[in-house]
């Protein structure tokens, strides 16, 4: 892989929005996405205290948390095959369209009075069946509305509209809670869906060509699978990421228990550590949008991997509202680099006419971890379940980093 000389990444200047000034399709992109992910965020802290309100089980929490996700494990795949085959703009725009209608039914549920767990889990589940198809197109689309030499700073602006909107939407849904009710929470979302279907029909590509296939859907699955394991660079980093997404995730799924019953606080408090976690990886997006030519993605990726696992397990640790929200400000700068270099590097290794399914492999993995949380939050409690999350992220770190010495030199 061609990697910027020293030279040219020193030319290149440090301006974090550099991707938005440059690329007029992904600053509509990134614009929409942003302001429907606000909506994502309210709905997300709504529906985490709504389930705890509805069940007051740790474990049922994570089984709601879970059913958004487990679709996205079990159809993603073929999600990024489709991705491969079809227009990854008009699969966003249908997918988005139909995340609108799920966001406006849960709001009608719920503000008629007639939700219970069993109408959440079913509503919860079709929203992760649209994302196990929005999903990968989405990630994969992302190279097509910037240059490859742009392609870190554009996925790290990116993450960083995500973590502008779990800084403002936790925020936003804590106020809606107190005066508003949960039902409002969802019903923002929906509304929120239209700036983004705005935004991605004013986008300008070239126009799609079908491309022929001369093999199955399944046998194009089967070729992604054999390119991850041919690749020892992409077979190390994807173990990296499935473990890291398995255990690395699991104190947000938990975070309206941790919140209630181990931090004593209530929906204020949960929004106000959300929001920490956000301020704490918008720093880390623009850093790295800044900086990212400039960096050894290799070695950042190892440092932030460590970092990312310890501080898991330090948050666990902590009983009071303020020391876990300063935790959960590293915490969440360590994470979005993290991610952000880990899906940036697989991006621009892979080929493009595999990328669909390989980012679905990437996203595949966060749903087992919600589960097992709430399981283990069960029988050991959610403070051990959480360490010990942080625990196996350590110990396979160390242990990926030695057997593929490739993932630091990229």
Partial sequence: ????????????????????????????????????????????????????????????????????????????????????????????????????????????????????????????????VISAFEIPARQAMIVELVTREDIVDAIALNSGGFNLARIVGPSIAAVILARYGLAWCFGINALSYLAVLASLSQIRLPRWTPVEYLVSPFEQLKHGFQYIRSSRSVSGLMGVIAIFSIFGFQYLSMMPVIARDVLHTGAGGYGLLLTFVGVGALTGALSLAALGARIRRGRLFNATAYAFAGLTMLFSLMRTVHLAAVVLLFLGLAMLINGALANGILQSVVPDELRGRVMATYVGFAPIGSFIAGALSRLIGVEWAIFSGGFVMLAYALWAFSKYPEIRAV
């Fill in 1 to 128: 892989m061609a990697h910027p000389t020293p030279s040219r990444a020193l030319r290149k200047p440090i301006n974090p929005f550099r991707a938005l000034q440059v690329h007029r399709n992904f600053r509509l992109f990134w614009s929409g996405q942003t302001v429907s992910l606000i909506g994502t965020w309210m709905q997300t802290v709504g529906q985490g205290w709504l389930a705890l309100e509805l069940t007051n089980s740790a474990f049922l929490v994570g089984v709601v948390s879970a059913a958004g996700s487990f679709p996205v494990l079990l159809l993603s795949l073929y999600g990024g095959v489709l991705a491969d085959r079809r227009s990854k703009l008009r699969i966003v725009i249908i997918c988005q369209a139909l995340l609108l209608a799920e966001a406006a039914a849960l709001w009608w549920f719920t503000w008629t009075g007639r939700i219970d767990i069993n109408s959440l889990l079913v509503l919860t589940t079709l929203g992760g």
